[in-house]
């Protein structure tokens, strides 16, 4: 029971997903370019 209000208690604390979502995706991005470079050499 406890595990589940630690996570509660997470989830309230970070930001809303619209906020989120921007920086998640260019994360992304940056690690599927890095991945294609290091593979092409």
Sequence with gaps: MQERSLLAKAILRTPSPASLAPTGIAFLLGELL???????I
Excluded: F, K, V
């Design 34 to 40: 890095a991945w294609r470079s290091n593979t092409a």
